[in-house]
C-alpha cells in the first residue's frame, strides 16, 4: 500500500536554511546539508529545497549545495527556485536531485512545463502553485513569492492554472495556500479539497501546518498525497516519528 | 570488485553512483563496450522514456552487449524497464533479457499516475537478492508503467493492480523503485546486488 508522505520543506537563502511568516521576515533555521541528515534520520520521507531568493532575483540555483546533499542523503528529494530552462533543470538533476520543482518561471513561460517533462519524463517534474483567496472568493495565483516587494497577484485562476499545469507534463503538484502559510491553524482544506477533485497526479498540501491533527486532516478529509511543512519540523514542535505514530494510530498508512 | 554504471543518459546516474559510495563501491561511469564486458558487475540506472533510452544504447553501441553478459546486472527503474522484452511507452522494443511486457497504469477512479512514493514489497520468491528484507518493507518508486507480475517476479507491490518490484531473470536483475533513494532497504538491496 502507498504511504502517504511527511515532506521537511526547508527554505534556502544564501546557503542557509531559513523560515518566514507569511513568506515574510525570514530568519536562519540552520545548514542545508545539518537539517537534511537530521530530517533522514528522523523518517522524513522526501525532502523539498526551495531556493527562495532564486525567482525574484532573475537568477539560478545554486547547484553546490544540491550535489552535497546528494551525496549524503539516501531519501528522494526535489530542487526548486529559478529553474527557467530544460539546461538549467538538467544540471539540477545531474547534480543529484530527484526532481524539480518549477513555479513562477512555469507562470511566464508555460511551455516549459512541456519541454521539461519532455526531457525528463513527467515524473521528474512537480509543478509549485502559490495560491491566495481573493476579495471575490475565487483563488488566484501568486508569482515571486519568495520577495513580498516582488510578489505579483495574477488573473490566473488557480485550479484553471493546475488542470493546465497537468495537460503540459506536470508529474506532481505542490499546492502552497498562502493565507494559511506560517501560521500554524491547518492546511487550507476546503482549496485542497477542490484541488483533489481535479487533480490526478499526486497532491502535496503545503501552508498552515502546526499541528499533528492538521496532517490527519489533509490525508484523510482532502485525500493529498503528501503533506509539506517547514516550521513545525524545524523549530521541533513536532518531532516526525511521533507524528508517522500519530498518524498510523488514526489509519493513515505511513512508512514507519 | 569492479562495479560499472552503464551510462544511458539517465539523471539518476549520479545518485546511485553515491549510494554505492556509500556502500564502500567507487563505480565508474562507462559507455564502453570492453569496460562493461570486463566489469565484475553491471548496473543500468535510468530516469526518462523508454524509447530514448533505446535508442540511446543503440547510438552507444551496446544493445547486444547488454544482452551477451553473464555476470550480475540489476537495472534500476527505467533500466529495469529496458530489461524486458517491450515497452508500451512508445511502443518500444527493449533488450528482452527478461520476457516481460511493460505497460501503463491502467486510469482508474482515484488513482494517482505517476505512482509515487514509498509502497511496501511483497515477497514473492526466495532469492539472494533478497536476503535479509523482510515482507512489508518500503521502498521509494516513481514511474508511470510498470511490469506485471510473473515466473520473474521476486517482490511486487500494488498500485491499484500488484505490479512487479523486483525481477530477475538468469544472471539479470530489475528493481523498479530506486534502492538509491529508499534508505535503508535500498542500502541492504543493493548490497545483496554486489555479493551476487
Not at chain 1, 78 to 96: M, N, P
Not at chain 2, 46 to 62: D, H, I, N, S
Not at chain 2, 154 to 166: R, T, V
Amino acid at each position: 500500500m502507498l504511504s502517504r508522505r511527511i515532506i521537511p520543506c526547508l527554505d534556502v537563502r544564501d546557503g542557509q536554511v531559513v523560515k518566514g511568516v507569511r513568506f515574510r521576515d525570514h530568519v536562519v533555521m540552520g545548514e542545508i546539508v545539518d537539517l537534511a541528515l537530521r530530517y533522514r534520520d528522523e523518517g522524513a520521507d522526501e525532502l523539498v529545497f526551495y531556493d527562495i531568493t532564486a525567482s525574484p532575483e532573475g537568477r539560478g540555483v545554486d547547484r553546490g549545495w544540491v550535489e552535497k546533499v546528494a551525496r549524503v542523503i539516501d531519501i528522494p528529494f526535489c530542487v526548486a527556485g529559478g529553474i527557467r530552462s530544460v539546461d538549467e533543470a538538467r544540471a539540477v538533476l545531474h547534480a543529484g536531485a530527484d526532481k524539480i520543482s518549477v513555479n513562477s518561471p512555469a507562470l511566464e513561460r508555460p511551455a516549459l512545463i512541456d519541454e521539461l517533462a519532455a526531457a525528463f519524463g513527467v515524473q521528474c517534474v512537480v509543478v509549485g502553485i502559490d495560491s491566495l483567496r481573493d476579495a471575490d472568493g475565487e483563488w488566484r495565483v501568486r508569482q515571486y513569492t519568495g520577495d513580498p516587494t516582488k510578489t505579483r497577484a495574477l488573473a490566473r485562476r488557480t485550479l484553471d492554472w493546475m488542470v493546465e499545469a497537468q495537460r503540459r507534463g506536470a508529474g506532481e503538484i505542490v499546492l502552497n495556500c498562502m493565507g494559511s502559510d506560517g501560521v500554524r491553524a491547518g492546511y487550507d482544506l476546503e482549496q485542497l479539497s477542490a484541488a483533489r477533485v481535479i487533480c490526478q497526479v499526486p497532491l502535496i498540501a503545503s501552508g498552515g501546518a502546526g499541528a499533528p491533527e492538521h496532517f490527519r486532516d489533509a490525508f484523510v478529509d482532502a485525500d493529498v498525497d503528501g503533506a509539506l511543512a517547514a516550521s513545525v519540523f524545524h523549530s521541533g514542535a513536532i518531532a516526525i516519528p511521533a507524528l508517522k505514530h500519530y498518524l498510523h494510530e488514526c489509519g493513515v498508512a505511513v512508512r514507519r | 570488485m569492479s562495479v560499472v554504471l552503464v551510462d544511458a543518459g539517465g539523471t539518476n546516474i549520479g545518485s546511485v553512483r553515491y549510494a554505492l559510495q556509500r556502500l564502500g563501491v567507487d563505480a565508474a561511469l562507462t559507455s564502453d563496450a570492453t569496460t562493461i564486458r570486463r566489469a565484475d558487475k553491471v548496473i543500468l540506472p535510468g530516469v526518462g522514456a523508454a524509447g530514448p533510452g533505446m535508442a540511446r544504447l543503440r547510438e552507444l553501441g551496446l544493445v547486444e552487449v547488454l544482452r551477451g553478459l553473464t555476470q550480475p546486472v540489476l537495472g534500476v527503474c527505467l533500466g529495469m524497464q529496458l530489461l524486458c522484452a517491450h515497452s508500451e511507452e512508445g511502443d518500444t522494443a527493449c533488450l528482452g533479457v527478461i520476457p516481460a511486457p511493460v505497460r501503463r497504469f491502467v486510469d482508474a477512479p482515484g488513482l494517482r499516475v505517476p505512482h509515487m512514493g514509498w509502497n511496501t514489497l511483497s515477497i514473492r520468491q526466495k532469492h539472494p537478492l533478497l536476503a535479509g528484507l523482510d515482507d512489508g518493507e518500503q521502498a521509494y518508486f516513481v514511474h508511470s508503467y510498470a511490469v506485471p507480475t510473473g515466473d520473474y517476479t521476486l517482490a511486487s507491490s500494488g498500485h491499484a493492480d500488484e505490479f512487479s518490484a523486483i525481477v530477475a531473470r538468469g544472471n539479470f536483475h530489475g528493481m523498479q523503485f530506486h534502492p538509491e533513494r529508499s534508505a535503508a532497504v535500498g542500502a541492504r538491496l543493493l548490497r545483496n546486488f554486489l555479493s551476487l
